[in-house]
């Protein structure tokens, strides 16, 4: 199923859960781990509420790897 467009929470959780639980988990866990493959799930579904609109904010890690 493909990650739905929009910024609320609820269309967020669920395109989270579908990342978590679909093929593109499944490869990512086989090749990096699970751990790997949940942040990857998440960013995903961030980035899509991002690109629709929502006012989410970066991850402080990648506001941080930008600076230097």
Same mark, same amino acid.
């Given at each position: ?6 910024k609320s929470k609820k269309v967020i959780k ?15 866990? /086989? ?5 790997? /493959?949940?942040?990857?799930?998440? /960013? ?25």
């Open positions: 199923m493909p990650v739905l467009k929009g669920q395109n989270i859960q579908e990342l978590k639980t679909g093929n593109t988990h499944a490869r990512t866990q /086989a090749k990096k781990g699970k751990k790997q /493959a949940d942040k990857q799930s998440i /960013a995903i579904a961030l980035d899509t509420a991002r690109k629709s609109g929502a006012r989410i904010p970066r991850s402080a890690s990648s506001r941080r790897g930008a600076t230097r």
